[in-house]
């Protein structure tokens, strides 16, 4: 007789008292960690130096035996962890469609939130772009950071103060380039980034994020195996979908980041994994694939966020 296996997992190993010992030693050595090494101007390229292992990590989150594990050294799961990232379609020349009569574009949501922060940053440089060596975007075209806490980082050497102005022109820039916006509040990076933990809620960040470098498209594939992480890494509510004008090129298909879309003849069919990052919307030579809203979009980027909102103001 053939019995169905139950996959083994640490999670079926671990009790809450491992669990809670882990946590408790991980709050330590992050304190530690914060303290003594995170980033600065003088350590970055050797930061970038790690990227290939911290990549290996990220792709094994839905592992069955080890993601939990990683899960939680990674800070995205575990009582009080809300590591989450909205996946924001940002390229303006996309054709979005919206069931009602007046289509928002998605970047308003990013310049709204960048207007209503009281303290603003752009990171020198992209570390993800940095890491990899990227050869196909701007490696000095950095992050926009917002709220209180992101003044700590510019004392550190890695990012300058920036007005409003100069941070819609940082994003207006990263659209122009074909890059997606992840709207972000990720507690790991905080301690990377020496936030003292009784500031690191007053702490968001808009990566501009290439599909060739940034650790979570390189990975999406795989991260979103795992019912968890499908929380933590999420659509606004756009999807895409076929228009007429497919020749079936292909060229949709390679470039979307999560394996969703199927080439059949001169049409394409996009299946539910879509994240709505227009990526392949963006790479179609004939403009056949429209952005569709799916779900209405809310009023504020922050709205998205569960468990907590992020603390942008003073």
């Not at 905080?190 to 960040?205: C, M, S, V």
Request: hydrophobic share 40%.
């Amino acid at each position: 007789m053939i019995r169905n296996r139950t996959p083994f997992s640490l999670s079926h190993v671990l009790t809450r008292k491992d669990i809670h010992i882990l946590d408790t030693l991980a709050k330590r050595y992050f304190d530690f960690y914060r303290r003594y090494f995170s980033l600065n101007e003088n350590n970055w390229f050797r930061y970038t130096r790690v990227y290939p292992a911290v990549d290996a990590a990220l792709r094994n989150l839905s592992h069955p035996v080890f993601g939990t594990l990683l899960r939680h050294l990674f800070l995205f799961e575990g009582k009080g962890r809300y590591s989450q990232s909205h996946i924001v379609p940002i390229h303006q020349d996309l054709n979005y469609v919206s069931g009602g009569k007046n289509v928002v574009m998605p970047i308003e949501l990013v310049h709204k939130v960048i207007e209503d922060a009281s303290y603003r940053i752009l990171m020198n440089r992209c570390i993800c772009r940095d890491g990899f060596g990227c050869t196909h975007f701007p490696r000095d075209l950095g992050c926009i950071m917002l709220g209180e806490a992101c003044r700590h980082m510019v004392a550190r050497g890695i990012a300058r103060y920036a007005t409003v102005e100069e941070c819609q022109s940082q994003l207006r820039r990263g659209a122009e380039l074909g890059l997606v916006a992840i709207c972000a509040w990720a507690e790991f990076e905080t301690i990377a980034k020496g936030i003292p933990e009784g500031q690191h809620r007053n702490y968001f960040e808009i990566c501009l994020c290439c599909p060739c470098c940034c650790l979570g498209m390189r990975n999406f594939k795989k991260i979103l195996q795992n019912d968890h992480m499908r929380n933590v890494f999420r659509s606004i509510g756009w999807q895409a979908q076929g228009a007429e004008g497919c020749v079936g090129c292909g060229r949709c298909a390679e470039a979307c980041p999560m394996d969703a879309i199927a080439v059949e003849s001169k049409t394409i069919s996009v299946s539910g994994s879509c994240i709505g990052c227009g990526l392949c919307a963006a790479n179609c030579p004939k403009q056949a694939i429209v952005m569709q809203e799916i779900v209405p979009m809310k009023e504020h980027i922050l709205d998205y966020f569960w468990g907590f909102r992020p603390q942008i103001r003073g």
